[in-house]
């Protein structure tokens, strides 16, 4: 096939597949996958691997070299044989300059100079590179666009959650999914809880009926402060905020999107559902910058009227907890590596090949492989075994279930999920370039 052939099979795989989008996201819901099972009272064991199967090599480009990016171009070198780490793209000089050197120290990789990129349309000209696997770990307000313009060109995906920090970038999602999954592309999209063996296999003795169905949940990400970057001499508002992305709300969605999302998104993937409405709040107290608040408590419900409630908190000196809970009709778990009964008597723990048990007999040990390189390995196995793996819809679905419960904080109101997806709250200033940036800078305050 010559390369004219190759570009107008491309284009007319573009066509086909935005008409296909043009009919609409519909039934998100029950694309996640439910514990609700036909093979009640029997478990099945999954399977692991610990290195992808050997393959045609794979060219990985990364757009976003920050500490998660660079961390993940790690996570692809260890995945197997055949990796090469090809093209990278950044904003700042300094941040892909590190990131370079982090490759040639550790692994001796070098990346030419003709294959690096700076600047805001740096994404656009990696993609025009020979790259297999795009990586996109910028500040999660870019990952729509970037999302989009990588299914375009043809390209399997890395992203990092949240996938969005507003309605109108989640849909967008949506609707690349439906592209990718036309298009035959392979997307993990960072929540490393779905490729955690000890959650996997709790997962598996839930769908079997361990504990019955699920009536209730609660999850947590309550954890101290976390960083932030003060503006500096010279900077621009652009610059200033870049650096500073994770506490500003255009830019992360607030820590109940940017981070909570994590633990969201276990109780919507063990229960095969995301919920209709939120009640929420939430206040700022600590921040030194940005214009987030520092905690959310949401109650989340369901459409058959199950109740989660979901907490999250950045706030030195206070109780910390990062976990999901789930009850059942016959018991209850911690989804990640036990199921008790009602009266709290263990029924099963996860057995970890590594450590042993804490002093509150709850097993303490570790998965054998990081989820963080389970997901990659996962990743290159579902694209040289040309298996489907498509993870961009349910991230998507959570990713807007964050946003509902961030939404009813924000204002005081209850927050449908119809509202959400009909909303066309769009986040960040009209135009992206350094310098002044038009933003609102007044803190939600609810019931005004």
Not at 209 to 227: R, T
Request: net charge negative; aromatic share 8%; with cysteine.
């Amino acid at each position: 096939m010559n390369q004219e052939q190759k570009t107008n099979n491309r284009r007319n795989f573009i066509k086909e597949a935005a008409a296909f989008t043009a009919l609409g996201v519909l039934g998100t819901g029950a694309i996640l996958q439910s514990c609700s099972s036909d093979n009640k009272g029997r478990v099945t064991k999954p399977t692991f691997l610990d290195k992808a199967p050997d393959g045609r090599t794979l060219k990985i480009g990364l757009v976003g070299c920050g500490g998660r990016g660079t961390g993940a171009l790690f996570n692809f070198l260890g995945s197997g044989s055949g990796i090469e780490i090809a093209a990278l793209a950044d904003v700042f000089q300094d941040k892909l300059g590190h990131c370079r050197n982090q490759l040639r120290e550790r692994e001796g990789v070098e990346v030419s100079d003709s294959n690096c990129f700076i600047g805001f349309d740096a994404y656009k000209r990696l993609l025009e590179t020979d790259v297999d696997v795009v990586i996109l770990a910028t500040p999660p307000y870019f990952r729509p666009e970037h999302f989009d313009a990588t299914v375009r060109a043809n390209k399997h995906v890395f992203m990092e959650k949240p996938l969005a920090v507003d309605p109108v970038g989640a849909r967008m999602v949506l609707a690349s999914a439906r592209m990718a999954d036309a298009a035959g592309l392979k997307i993990v999209t960072g929540t490393q809880r779905r490729h955690q063996r000890d959650y996997l296999t709790t997962l598996e003795h839930i769908k079997a009926g361990a504990i019955g169905d699920i009536v209730s949940a609660n999850c947590y990400w309550n954890q101290s402060a976390l960083w932030h970057v003060n503006r500096q001499p010279g900077w621009t508002d652009m610059e200033a905020m870049l650096r500073d992305w994770v506490n500003w709300n255009w830019l992360s969605g607030d820590h109940i999107v940017e981070q909570h999302m994590h633990n969201i998104d276990v109780i919507n993937w063990y229960k095969g559902a995301h919920p209709v409405k939120a009640v929420g709040m939430g206040a700022r107290h600590r921040r030194p910058t940005g214009d987030q608040y520092d905690f959310f408590s949401v109650d989340f419900v369901y459409e058959d009227g199950m109740h989660m409630h979901s907490m999250c908190r950045q706030i030195d000196g206070c109780s910390n907890n990062v976990s999901e809970f789930i009850m059942g009709t016959k018991g209850m778990s911690n989804c990640q590596n036990n199921v008790n009964d009602l009266d709290g008597n263990t029924i099963w723990n996860y057995k970890y090949a590594q450590d042993g048990f804490n002093d509150a007999g709850q097993p303490s040990g570790v998965v054998d492989i990081s989820p963080y390189d389970q997901e990659i390995i996962d990743l290159v196995t579902a694209i040289r075994n040309n298996t489907p793996l498509n993870e961009a819809t349910d991230c998507a679905i959570s990713t807007l279930t964050a946003i509902m419960g961030r939404m009813s904080a924000y204002t005081g109101r209850e927050v449908t999920w119809d509202e959400v997806m009909s909303s066309n709250l769009k986040l960040g200033p009209s135009q992206i370039a350094m310098g002044d940036v038009e933003i609102p800078r007044n803190r939600p305050v609810p019931g005004s």
